[in-house]
């Protein structure tokens, strides 16, 4: 895959934050029409493993595996390697030099993604972290590790989206989680670094990552619809720039 092209299914990478097979079906199912490309993160691979990402993919659909690794070089590079060979796309991997060096070493068949900072992390926790750049800053350094380190993309905020893009240069991909559309900002939101699809599109994301604002939405599919169009005018807006 490459970044000219993504169809507009693929754009959107469902969440499929829930705790077993049987709900992640039913979500597959109900959305696949309009999306192709879904998210097993640590609850649900934890209950259904391999067989779900199977059955997911068997379906015609491109899964990011999101286990986030953040571990030693050497079980990094070995807990890669046990990812060949499941026809997944994308796997996440915490943005340490070393750590994705060892990632990059140990994935032959799909495409590591450099997870720089969380989205749900804010000014607060940048603090406590004693880290003394801003979050721009942080997230554009690891964002720079990645590239030198073979990485295929990058997962950050569209926030900082374009201060990555000149980082990363034209090749890579970018992920965005934290993507609220357009009215749904909550105050009690856990994710901090949010922006819209729209935005966050124009802004140079490839992918948006998405969960709560289609699951928890009282009619998802028009809920997707309605994201849909908005990256849709976002891409032929650039697209006539260019
Ligand atoms: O849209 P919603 O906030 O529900 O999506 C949250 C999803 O995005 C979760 O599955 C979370 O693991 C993922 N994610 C994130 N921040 C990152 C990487 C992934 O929130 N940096």
Redesign the pocket.
């Known amino acids: 895959m490459d970044r000219q092209s993504i169809s507009l299914d693929e754009r959107i990478i469902f ?1 499929l ?1 829930v705790p077993g097979q049987e709900s992640a079906k039913d979500l597959v199912k109900r959305l696949e029409g309009e999306i192709r490309f879904f ?1 097993v ?1 640590l609850q649900l691979f934890l209950a259904a493993g391999f067989p779900l990402v199977e059955w997911i993919e068997e379906r015609g659909h491109r899964v990011m595996l ?1 286990l986030k690794f953040y571990d030693i070089p050497r079980t990094v590079e070995l807990a890669c390697e046990q990812l060949n060979g499941k026809n997944i796309t994308f796997a996440t991997v915490h943005g340490h030099r070393s750590i994705l060096e060892a990632a990059v070493k140990g994935a032959r068949d799909y495409s590591v993604l450099a ?1 720089t900072v ?3 992390l804010g000014k607060d926790e940048l603090r406590e972290m004693d880290s003394p750049l801003s979050m721009e800053e942080l997230v554009s350094k690891r964002a720079e590790f990645a590239r030198a380190a073979g990485c295929q993309g990058v ?1 950050c905020s569209a926030l900082e989206a374009r201060a990555v893009r000149r980082v990363i240069g034209d090749d890579m991909f970018i992920v965005t ?3 609220r559309p357009s009215g749904l900002f909550g105050a009690d939101d856990d ?1 901090k670094r949010i922006q819209t699809p729209y935005k966050a599109i124009k802004d140079g994301a490839d992918f948006l ?5 289609i699951s928890m939405s009282k009619r998802p599919e028009e809920t997707v619809n309605s994201v849909r169009k908005e990256v849709a005018r976002a891409l032929s807006e650039k697209k006539a720039k260019n």
């Open positions: 969440a934050d998210k993160g999101d997870v969380l989205t749900s997962v989680p934290g993507i994710q990552v998405m969960g709560r604002p």
